[in-house]
């Protein structure tokens, strides 16, 4: 009977048959009084929504205190009603970190048991009995193994009440406490990657804590070892792109071919994410454009898309999108994330800000959502509530560098030379490969007179821009930063070097020409940096900087060749000095002409080739 039961709830639970659930599984629980029934009758009321009457069955049972799935469950309750104080006085303030080694320990132990049962299975007489209790100790081994994954459930809902409570540092160790207890407790581990509570230094050093060989597979030690890397592997789609970028391209490549995972959404985002990284927005919009062909209201996609649209100007799309979920989902923050983007796209900021504000306050902890908000402070120079709404995000989300180096950003337009240089070194210690965060650096450095280590910003964020295959179109103002700061510095050739290749790569601006001439001018080379200056207007007819150079540019060409006119004045000077002292010559040899004539005969010297001589002269 109790077997017919459970099969029956069983498949009225598959069917989402609650009513049905609900009658069997009370009838089982008056047949059995076992706490596994009574915690499946609850998840029953649990999963209808009936959260206060789930919560109230588990506490009249007396279930909490003995068992700790009912625990879970009872405080996962509490924080559905919104009641997150009451929550963790049911759940326990504190971590069961003594659980971080029994927890592997138990899984080997399960895994040996089971092994050892099935090897003596076939045994006869004492083996038999024998037999039997491994079997016993397999159960045992089994339901420990699950109690101490209720143990992992309940540090994650502790992190969930302390996240809600703003108590951010500690809902960070509580999430990290569950996947050490559990490694295969995801839900804690996406929170610590979606909220960006770790930098990305800390991310790779905590993967590489765990212990993935916790993971195990009933009698099968070769089938765990695989489960093990299969599931590092996954982990390691999800950490931040900034740092060893080879990890996670042969972690993918894995993946792709032997697990057939090429075009899996999860994967095609991490790898769209890396791409976005590199500005490379056309790519990484290719693979966020697939993904929604297949799966449109996938919403873990959309504020990556969204990014690419914008970075794009893909204003249409961005309307046609925004206005499609708006239609079918305005439950959704996303949502009016969208919405936002595309205010904020067609300069309409006020009303952008409107619907960043609405998103965040649909989830608070939804990060794109507070950036948004803030950089529409930014777009409208209001550097004071632009300041106040990244420091907002900084604290919600203190792994990412992002809202640091907006703030050193924000405070180096406010001339705050010093607050910027603070923050941006803030953000250099929680992300040191964004190229981005290099080249403001150099530009605080460049503005600080400290030149030499502006060069070593530019050029190591080149490096680094180059090192993950990034975009070359996207740093050509670096590149342009780095021949300002050589040209501070007097390094001529270096900062014509770095001009001439902002102009190759396309960079047609008119400040790269006025800066190129400028270095030609130091040079002495007027003519070549008038031609400069010519292209410059020809860009820009109205600039007055380049109007201004070229006329100085002009001036120094006309003194050149005012001294030219002086070296030749002063030639045909001496020419006739010169000439003049000849005919002189000349003139005392023809006074001696008639005393020397037969002399000057038979040396075969004529008037005619003295005069060629002195001609020469």
């Not at 609650?18 to 596994?36: P, Q």
């Not at 454009?289 to 969204?306: A, E, G, R, T, V």
Request: contains cysteine.
């Amino acid at each position: 009977m109790e077997k017919f039961l459970r099969d029956w709830r069983q498949d009225a639970l598959n069917k989402h048959q609650y009513d049905s659930a609900i009658f069997i599984g009370d009838k089982l629980l008056a047949l059995t009084g076992n706490d596994k029934d009574a915690f499946w009758l609850a998840q029953v009321h649990f999963s209808t929504g009936n959260y206060t009457r789930a919560q109230s069955f588990l506490a009249k049972q007396d279930l909490i205190a003995r068992n700790p799935s009912c625990r879970y469950l009872a405080g996962h309750c509490l924080i559905k009603q919104g009641n997150f104080e009451e929550a963790l006085n049911t759940l326990g303030e504190k971590n069961p970190t003594h659980l971080f080694t029994s927890a592997s320990n138990s899984r080997r132990k399960l895994q040996h048991t089971g092994g050892h049962g099935r090897t003596n299975s076939s045994l006869h007489g004492k083996a038999a009995a024998r037999s039997d209790r491994s079997n016993t100790r397999d159960e045992v081994a089994q339901e420990d193994a699950a109690n101490i994954r209720f143990e992992a459930a309940m540090c994650f809902l502790r992190g969930l009440c302390y996240a809600k409570q703003n108590a951010f540092d500690r809902a960070k160790e509580c999430y990290k406490d569950a996947v050490r207890i559990d490694v295969q407790c995801f839900e804690a581990f996406e929170q610590l990657m979606k909220n960006c509570l770790m930098s990305p230094d800390e991310e790779w050093q905590f993967l590489e804590s765990l212990d993935f060989d916790a993971i195990s597979i009933s009698d099968d030690t070769s089938s765990s070892q695989e489960a093990a890397e299969f599931t590092k592997m996954l982990y390691t789609t999800r950490l931040s792109k900034y740092k060893n970028p080879a990890s996670f391209t042969a972690a993918t490549e894995t993946l792709s071919t032997h697990y057939n995972l090429a075009m899996n959404a999860d994967l095609l985002l991490s790898k769209a994410d890396l791409l976005f990284t590199q500005c490379r927005f056309k790519d990484a919009l290719a693979i966020t454009s697939s993904i929604l062909q297949d799966d449109k209201y996938n919403f873990s996609i959309y504020p990556l898309h969204l990014a690419c649209l914008y970075e794009l100007q893909l204003k249409n799309a961005l309307f046609l999108v925004s206005h499609d979920l708006a239609d079918n989902h305005p439950e959704e923050p996303c949502t009016w994330l969208a919405v936002g983007i595309y205010y904020l796209a067609i300069n309409k900021v006020a009303e952008a800000r409107r619907y960043f504000s609405k998103a965040s306050m649909m989830d608070p902890h939804f990060g794109p959502a507070w950036i948004g908000f803030a950089h529409t402070f930014a777009a409208e120079g209001e550097h004071d509530q632009a300041i106040s709404a990244y420091s907002t995000a900084a604290r919600l989300f203190m792994g990412t560098h992002l809202p640091q180096l907006f703030l050193g950003m924000q405070n180096h337009m406010l001339n705050n030379m010093t607050l910027a240089d603070e923050f941006l070194k803030t953000a250099y210690g929680l992300c040191s490969a964004d190229p981005l965060l290099l080249n403001e650096m150099g530009v605080v450095f460049y503005h600080q007179q400290r030149l030499v280590d502006a060069v070593k910003m530019f050029v190591k964020a080149l490096e680094i821009a180059e090192e993950i295959d990034s975009d070359p179109q996207a740093w050509i103002s670096t590149r342009a930063n780095l021949g300002h700061a050589y040209r501070r510095l007097q390094q001529w050739d270096l900062a014509l070097s770095e001009f001439d290749e902002v102009l190759r790569q396309g960079g047609k601006d008119p400040s790269v020409f006025c800066a190129k001439g400028l270095v030609l001018m130091e040079q002495r080379r007027p003519f070549d940096a008038v031609q400069v200056f010519h292209e410059a207007l020809a860009i820009s007819p109205q600039d007055a900087i380049a109007t201004e150079l070229l006329n100085k540019a002009l001036e120094e060409t006309a003194g050149a060749a005012n001294g030219d006119e002086a070296e030749d004045e002063e030639f045909e000077r001496e020419l006739t000095v010169r000439k003049a002292e000849a005919a002189k010559i000349l003139a005392t040899g023809r006074a001696g002409k008639g005393k020397a004539k037969g002399k000057a005969r038979s040396s075969g010297i004529g008037t005619e080739q003295l005069m060629d001589l002195s001609d020469d002269e």
